[in-house]
């Protein structure tokens, strides 16, 4: 393998593990394993998530169905949008749909009757997002229209807050919860009484126990990453000294080990100039592989435990780095993201060098590169 990415399969457990003593007794977990799971590998985590978690959230109907090749039998929720079209091969499966269209809902209750089912969804309200979801004004005229349709359940409720990864000041999302408890107050009046409710992502599990209701969605908490310093700071402040391990380790190996002389260039643009004689190493991953290209001259990567810092630009395929002080041989293996001894490179890292959030970085991971779940 020219790379690959190690999954520690017990530090999964354990940050699953670590949510439920934040959750209050009776509230369902969902862990949310879409983008591939969060770039960590469907396959590898999904079993895993399945043994701890009380859901599985995806993002779109080909991935519940990969979950479902996998033998797994928990309860999946559908939390992106999927075409008419396809709506019956949700009903079929037994998958719940995020709801927000009245056609979907229309194409959901035919399927049941189809297939002579109750077609379940979760309806989602918007509420300061402005992304998918049903406004609270515009609520009782789409429960007019859906509410009666007769094989559909109303099985849930959520929303997705806004604001609450990146500031210590919780206004929007009280805000937020406002307007989501007005639209379950407009449920109750309709006779729509769903089971599952639920706002909070990892941020919110953390730090607002009272907007978990009867549901949380955990991401990328459950991955061993905190979704901002904001969040870490703000359980700690609150006295919740939690430990979440990251479960993902990238890895690669020396392609090629070079002598450059002092002043020769190194990488497309000529970007890098050698001040000194210098031995460098390729590695055979790039840009298309999900190494970032805006790592050039800034990343660093781990070789016998020691960092070595990516000079020139970041290619399709190729990366170098310099290993002068360090020494390498071909084949050596070398660390992208995780630990190597005693040294350790973190998602948040190359977030902040590319200017990005570790959510991206991790979900850009070419799905191509094989997931290894390590025991």
Known sequence: MLSWIEIDTERLRQNIDVFRTVMSPGTAMMAVIKANAYGHGLEAVAPIAAERADWLGVNCIDEALAVSRLDISKPIAILGHTPVDQIEDVVRNGYRQVLYRPDVAIALSKAGEKLGVRAKAHLKIETGTNRQGVSVESLPSFLDSVGKLPSLEIEGVYTHFANIEDTLDPSYAQAQVRKFRAALELLQRAGIRPQ????????????????????????????????????????????????????????????????????????????????????????????????????????????????????GRIAMNMTMLDVTDIGAEPDDEVVLIGRQGEAEI??????????????????????????????
């Open 196 to 311: 599952y409710i639920h706002t909070s992502a990892t941020s919110g599990a953390l730090l607002y126990a009272e907007m978990n209701f009867t549901m949380v969605r955990i991401g990328i908490g459950a991955y061993g990453i905190w979704p901002s310093r904001e969040t870490q700071l703000a359980a700690r402040e609150r006295g919740r000294l939690l430990t979440l391990d990251p479960v993902l380790t990238w890895k690669t190996r020396v392609a090629q080990v070079k002598d450059v002389s002092a002043g020769d260039y190194v990488g497309y643009g000529l970007t890098y100039r050698a001040g000194r004689p210098m031995r460098l190493v390729v590695l055979p991953i790039g840009y298309y592989d999900g190494y970032d290209r805006k790592l050039s001259n800034s990343g660093r990567a781990l070789i016998h435990g020691q960092p070595a810092p990516v000079v």
């Open 346 to 375: 973190r998602v948040e890292e190359l977030a902040e060098k590319i200017g990005s959030i570790s959510y991206e970085v991790v979900s850009r991971i070419n799905p191509r590169i094989p997931r290894l779940a390590m025991s």
